[in-house]
DNA sequence: GCAAAAGTTGACGGCCCGTCACGAACCTTT
DNA sequence: AAAGGTTCGTGACGGGCCGTCAACTTTTGC
């Protein structure tokens, strides 16, 4: 604890590229990939982080080198997306010079990514075999709304959109988004573009506005 | 399954109200009220079933005669809430003769009974400690879900609605729900009212007929 | 009352948790 | 290149929770 040393000159940055880095970058990346797959074969409730170390050739004690917790694993797997996601969603929204191209811009980036990127988005979201339905937000996914709540403000500020609760209609923004996503990927043919027309008709012009379906109503 | 009736006495349907079954009531709901306790102190994922118990005069096993898991516990508490208010949102959709009533009925009683019932809704969403929010929907949400879903069919086929897609349309009124009334809940002034009336322009109009706001933007 | 049925109890084996002393691998210094 | 220092992987360990079950207690039907 005492730490009187002498310094010299102490804690060196050590920005080593030796095989002690590779390693531990190497070892992470084989946690990481393990937890995606026991995660999406026993679902995130049933996993222990037992199941991630033995679907690794680490011992378990090494894992607590990397992580602290299976949630940190998961978050870490779920900040990797949104870290991926935000940057695209947050230049649509800058380009935008019009309300209709910020919601568009928005869903459309969205739901192309949840589509693409179903290995990430999907399988965890199944709580175990339980019917029940669970949806986690990690912080760097709240960030990406708070993000989208400051947008508005901004837009709002430019005069692109009328002086509305920010908050609220960030939360309505994720909350369609989130849930039409689930739904898009139930569906036998996965179309993003469908979804986002969907969600961006019904923030422009409301329910009314709505593209009507192409499927005679009343088919089982 | 077999509903061989005949049977003289056999296995004579046991409808005591003995105090077999006052007992057997009371357990369960002293089970209950534990449980609501305590996922409201500790949150969900870090509660255990002995946490339950010992919240309670009773031993460790007879946990094991009423429910299977602490997730059903959770289910029973969730799908008591759910029963509550399905039918309320369902008589306010039934009652509606116009878009407007439907959607805005919707909104209003469920902000509303939201903000009621905050014990039930609030206390559980927290995970832990951890920075992560969490949202489960059990099957008897889902089922209301699925409600809504058919109820906007019989809306559509009655001519009351376009004829849109009841998925994607029942999935953003229950996205917008659920998101607005997290928000509606994390601030100072809960206001039901004003969350039904956000919601409802949306629906009826989208963004641009959005309420504007009373506080002048700007504001820290 | 009494015997069978129903329900409760808490101890038990099995597993997972997170830690830690140890030793091996690596890196630095001379 | 050898020694010394540091970092990190390893796996065993104590503690706790899980779900079960045989023994016991209470209620019920007769």
Known sequence: MTTELTRPLASAPPPRSGKREKTKIQNRQLILEAAKSVFAELGYGATTVRDIIR???LASGTFYNY???KEE????????????IRPRLRAERV????????????????????ADDQGNFRAIRRNRSDAM??????????AGFEELRED???AISKGLFPP??????MAS???????IAERMLAREDIDPPAAADFATALFMGGVRTLPHRKTSPGAA
Chains 1, 2 share one sequence.
């Open 55 to 57: 679907a690794t050739p």
């Open 67 to 69: 992580f602290k917790s």
């Open 73 to 84: 694993v998961f978050q870490a797997i779920q900040d990797d997306s949104a870290l991926r």
């Open 95 to 114: 380009r935008a010079s019009s309300i209709e191209e910020f919601i568009s811009g928005t869903f459309r980036t969205f739901f192309q990514y949840v």
């Open 133 to 142: 339905r669970v949806r986690m937000d990690t912080p760097e996914i709240i």
């Open 152 to 154: 508005i403000e901004t």
């Open 164 to 169: 509305v609760d920010s908050d609220f209609l």
């Open 173 to 179: 923004i994720v909350g369609v988004a989130f849930e």
